[in-house]
């Protein structure tokens, strides 16, 4: 399907569609060569922190998410966007310095790195023409760290981040923060235990954060793309999204 824009650009609805969903597909990739190089499986990860990690790790995210945020969005007047590929270079050697120092050094480093990933989420957001400052694109922001993460993204089941309706307590912000932090709580539980495994040390918490930063980008690409073509193509997004979950399980079953 030819579509034609306000600015009088045409463009094949079905390639773009075709493009998001060999993007999504791929964006687990460099996760499961994490998971290859530190030997284990995504859930055994989480065994290895310590109790009391694993146990604060919900309410420590949703702090951290809150306050990285409203870093992330104050930094936009400051420092302007960057290219996805220095966003990667930054959490990579973030995470390289972090893994180096074991567990204390990566829970120093993690805050640092989720603002990091939610100023590229921003980004991504601009580049597809949408106001970061704008709250339904910062619920948008927030929503694409409910996806799976890159350490379970292996059969691109998980959508659910798509959508527009989720059930909140409200509609603030917050209440979507308190939402997504369970979630992402147990991705990022992931990261800081790959960072600590022993030997791998520093190599480990680079791959890690590479893998993250890219996927988080791809994700964050898919959700606003998505949304830009709703608007371009003057179809429902939750079409779109049902059209695009199709060719990501056609593929899928095919492998």
């Not at 990739?29 to 146990?55: F, K, S, T, Y």
């Not at 007047?77 to 996805?84: K, L, R, S």
């Not at 981040?161 to 912000?173: E, Q, V």
């Amino acid at each position: 399907m030819l579509i034609e824009d306000a600015s009088t650009e045409v463009f094949d609805l079905e390639t773009e569609l075709d493009a998001l969903a060999n993007r999504y597909r791929k964006a687990g990739g460099v996760g499961i060569q994490v998971l290859n190089m530190i030997g284990g499986q995504a859930e055994q990860l989480l065994n290895r922190l310590p109790g009391p990690i694993r146990a604060n790790l919900d309410g420590a995210t949703e702090k951290a998410l809150t306050l990285s945020m409203k870093a992330a969005h104050r930094s936009r007047g400051v420092i302007g966007d960057q290219p996805g590929w220095l966003t990667t270079t930054v959490t990579t050697a973030m995470g390289a310095a972090g893994g180096f120092g074991g567990l204390p050094s990566a829970l120093a480093e993690l805050p640092v790195t989720t603002t990091i990933l939610l100023r590229g989420i921003q980004t991504v957001a601009a580049e597809q023409g949408f106001d970061p400052a704008a709250e339904n694109v910062q619920f948008d922001c927030i929503r694409v760290f409910g996806s799976a993460g890159p350490l379970d993204h292996d059969d691109g089941a998980d959508m659910a981040f798509l959508t527009a309706r989720m059930a909140l307590r409200g509609s603030s912000l917050q209440s979507l923060i308190v939402k997504v932090a369970p979630r992402l709580a147990h991705v990022l539980g992931q990261k800081l235990a790959a960072q600590t495994v022993p030997v791998l040390g520093a190599m480990a918490g680079a791959a890690t954060n590479y893998a993250y930063t890219s996927y988080y980008q791809d994700m964050a690409h898919v959700h606003f793309r998505l949304r830009r073509l709703a608007i371009e193509a003057d179809l429902p997004q939750d079409f779109l999204i049902g059209e695009l979950r199709e060719r990501v399980a056609g593929e899928v079953a095919k492998s």
